[in-house]
């Protein structure tokens, strides 16, 4: 081979080297910088949260500095679905539908399975128009796409629906209505319209019946649906199943914190009574007896249930008919009705009474002069007092006279039954027995038959309903001690173990346990919305309590027997903050999820639904070791690294400067250093200088964001808090709303009463100047912040899983660095 020819192929050799070279270290360089913007997107996530929960200040103005915190982790991150779907929600909060609108775009793009996204676009779409026609044909515009997803399209249809209502166009709402269940049979707000809308058409029971039950089989936890179940199965006469189905919906009322109405009880009290389920009647009607006014209804239905059919002999019953008269007594004095109120006096000594008093004929009479159109009444009070005295004859021709009144035809029932005509009492019992005028009239009915030894039927519309109830899982009705018997909640981890900087990640698998398909929603069976809870394990115990609310609605049903997975970032908010600050810890605990969470009582705790379970435990680990060696060897390394490892360096050395600086002085100024580690003082110094170099070098643009935004208010040399001040002139945009977030708080931290007016001043002025729109923004967001008074802070308590975090988990948990 020529020289010229070798000379060629070793300049091919060096080349191909090189590229080779290039082309492997690259792609690590493009990976470490991806990480480095992840941790800051991550942190600004967080800042964000807090922001727009951020109570002692006016919801635009928190509203607003969460999207600027999002709209800059979005030019850091353009496609973080988290990110995004954050945007969207606080762009909706400000009414900023097009940022809105294209954070759900870009969401769409990069997932076109989020069906939940889909939708919420075309809502902000339809509430950017002026007119309800405007909206409204948005809605139709969009029904009329191709290839519409079923959920999405049965979501439009319902929204067209209501819109169509609000213009009084009656017709068609209702066919749009039955067009999103037909796309949606899981639909839970179209099904709760289709049956409101059937009530008010009063439709048959039977078709009420069939939709409530739809209703119930996407979502089971809907207590007044279910309590207006039992109420058409009382109207039906099948008491029984009725008081089976209004005691489900109490529970779930009592397990939802709802408050009961007092038709609810007493439908339920009335329903035991007339099933003949006296135990369950005599504890629940106890408890309302004993409420301060208890109301007339009540005490007649407590009467007609002591009586058993029969007049009352027993002690209780005697007093009930005592409080009954004197509560008549009562109100014929402030009333007019005084011929009505007689009547009712006269009736409780006829029937209910241990024995007729002996002047009963002459107030029969005194009141027939007050009241002589009320024929059939007067005959029936006369036959009632006729079959007391044992006057059959008589009694019979009294009782007939008064026609169809239905305790003169009980009146009969019972002469029948006396004359051993049993089939003659049965025909007349049944008969009242398939319309009952009233659930008192019922109740009477009832307690005759059973003393009778009179089996009823069941009415042919009390056959019709009961056989549609029937089907429906007894262990679905009462789910709400057992939730896991219609979702199954499980988790699973994607890394038990991280390292310090990197994400952890929880799966929440929802396994729908019923043979129907569930909604799934805010208000639903189904629902992502979480509560994490966590208690930090080691040297010392730190309770954060429920520490972080989640969710990420994707879809909007459930299929029976099928599984939606969701995946939640665990160390967020408190715990995020925990473990930057403890940087040489081990951090490990435990995690709890709180399934469907709400507000009880200062509390957080599972809805209806929901479910409480252990997640199992995690670790973290810490960036370095827990010693003055590490720290140093920390130091040494920071001017070598790169990317994602130089950016946790550097938060790390400004983290721990505070405790460099407590440790220096309990050391003294004549610590000597052990061996190759520097004393305390010296390593300060070291970290001081190793971090103003990265603050000077412009390329470090992440890197020195980084630092601003781990930097401790307090602790710091002086000459680092200038540094940090000067980047409020920093070229990159990013790194001045970090300086000028860090300026606030420090002015907070001095002022105790009365607005900051100083620094709100001073960030009005960089609001002006600032070249960025987004820092403008920030800055302009933060001087508002800034003129508002503080709040007063709450007296510190011991804190408990519900209460948050304790002051500790801001502190160490292993103490201080431990010397060498």
């Not at 807090?50 to 002692?56: F, H, P, Y």
């Not at 009592?254 to 009574?273: F, G, H, N, T």
Request: net charge positive; charged share 15%.
């Amino acid at each position: 081979m020529s020289p010229k020819r070798i000379a060629f192929v070793k300049k091919a050799l060096v080349v191909g080297l090189c590229a080779g070279a290039f082309t492997a270290v690259s792609p690590a360089m493009a990976q470490q910088h991806a990480a480095s913007k992840a941790i800051l997107v991550g942190q600004l996530i967080n800042d964000a949260r807090a922001a727009g929960r951020n109570v002692s200040v006016p919801t635009p103005l928190a509203a607003g500095e969460a999207l600027t915190l999002l709209n800059m982790a979005q030019r850091l991150d353009p496609n973080s679905p988290t990110v995004l779907r954050l945007r969207a929600d606080a762009a909706e909060a400000l009414h900023d539908y097009p940022v809105a609108q294209k954070s759900l775009l870009l969401m769409v793009a990069l997932d076109p399975k989020n069906l939940v996204a889909q939708v919420r676009f075309i809502d902000d779409l339809a509430a950017s128009r002026q007119t309800v026609q405007q909206r409204l044909k948005v809605y139709m515009t969009a029904l009329d796409g191709r290839n519409l997803n079923p959920q999405v399209a049965s979501a439009i249809a319902l929204r067209a629906s209501r819109l169509l209502a609000s213009q009084a166009r009656r017709s068609a709402a209702w066919k749009m209505l039955q067009l999103a269940v037909k796309f949606n049979p899981a639909n839970l707000a179209a099904l709760q319209d289709m049956a409101a809308e059937m009530v008010r058409k009063h439709v048959s029971p039977q078709r009420q019946l069939k939709v409530l039950l739809q209703v119930l089989h996407a979502d089971p936890y809907q207590p007044t649906v279910i309590a207006t179940v039992g109420r058409l199965l009382a109207q039906a006469g099948d008491y029984h199943l009725a008081a089976n189905w209004i005691d489900a919906a109490i529970g779930q009322y009592q397990r939802a914190d709802i408050p009961i109405s007092s038709e609810v009880s007493l439908a339920l009290a009335q329903d035991w009574a007339i099933a003949g389920e006296y135990p369950q009647f005599d504890a629940f009607s106890r408890e309302l007896l004993a409420m301060k006014n208890a109301s007339t209804h009540l005490l007649m239905l407590a009467l007609a249930a002591h009586s058993q059919g029969r007049p009352v002999d027993s002690p209780g019953g005697v007093e009930l008919l005592r409080r009954l008269q004197s509560r008549l007594t009562g109100m014929a004095k402030t009333q007019r009705q005084v011929a009505e109120l007689s009547a009712d006096k006269i009736w409780l000594d006829l029937y209910y009474g241990t024995t007729v008093p002996t002047d009963i004929a002459g107030r029969i009479a005194a009141w027939h002069k007050l009241a002589p159109t009320s024929q059939g009444m007067y005959q029936r009070m006369i036959g009632w007092q006729l079959l007391r005295a044992k006057k059959y004859h008589p009694a019979r021709i009294a009782l007939q006279a008064a026609g169809q009144d239905p305790y003169a035809r009980i009146g009969l029932a019972w002469l029948a039954q006396r004359q051993g005509n049993l089939a003659r009492a049965r025909f007349i019992l049944q008969k009242l027995w398939n319309h009952p005028p009233s659930s008192l009239m019922a109740l009477d009915v009832a307690q005759a038959a059973r003393q009778m030894h009179v089996k009823l039927r069941r009415s042919v519309a009390g056959e019709s309903l009961a056989a549609l109830v029937e089907d429906y899982p007894s262990h679905i009705l009462n789910a709400v001690d057992h939730p896991s018997r219609v979702v199954l909640v499980t988790t699973s981890w994607s890394h038990r173990m991280v390292d310090y900087g990197e994400p952890l990640y929880l799966k929440v698998h929802f396994f729908n346990a019923t043979g129907h398909t569930l909604a799934v929603g805010p208000g639903t069976a189904v629902t992502t919305a979480v509560a994490l809870a966590g208690q930090i394990d080691g040297l010392h115990t730190v309770n954060l309590g429920v520490y972080a609310v989640d969710e990420n609605p994707q879809v909007m049903q459930l299929g029976g027997q099928s599984t939606l997975t969701v995946r939640y970032r665990v160390d967020q908010g408190p715990l995020m903050n925990l473990v930057w600050t403890n940087p040489s810890s081990l951090i490990g605990g435990n995690i709890e999820v709180i399934t469907n969470p709400v507000a009880d009582h200062q509390q957080m705790a599972p809805g209806l639904g929901g479910q409480e379970l252990s997640a199992g435990y995690f670790n973290i680990r810490g960036f370095c070791g827990n010693s003055l060696s590490e720290f140093a060897r920390v130091v040494r390394e920071l001017p070598t690294l790169t990317g994602q490892k130089a950016m946790l360096a550097a938060g790390v050395l400004v983290v721990e400067l505070p405790r460099l600086k407590q440790m220096a002085a309990a050391a003294g100024p004549q610590a000597s250093a052990a061996g190759s580690v520097p004393t305390p003082a010296k390593l300060r110094r070291l970290a001081t200088s190793a971090l103003l170099e990265a603050l000077a070098q412009p390329e470090n643009s992440l890197v020195q964001a980084w630092i601003v935004r781990q930097a401790p208010l307090t602790g710091l040399p002086t000459k680092l808090q200038q540094a940090i001040l000067a980047l409020k002139s920093n070229s990159h945009p990013l790194i001045r709303m970090m300086c000028y977030r860090w300026m606030v708080l420090k002015a907070e931290l001095a002022r105790t009463t009365g607005p900051g007016t100083a620094i709100a001043h001073t960030l009005a002025l960089l609001a002006r100047s600032d070249s960025s729109k987004l820092a403008a923004e920030w800055a302009d967001l933060l001087s508002q912040q800034a003129t508002i008074k503080p709040p007063k802070a709450p007296a510190t308590t011991q804190a408990t899983k519900d209460s948050g975090p304790s002051s500790e988990s801001a502190a160490d948990l292993n103490g201080t660095l431990a010397a060498p």
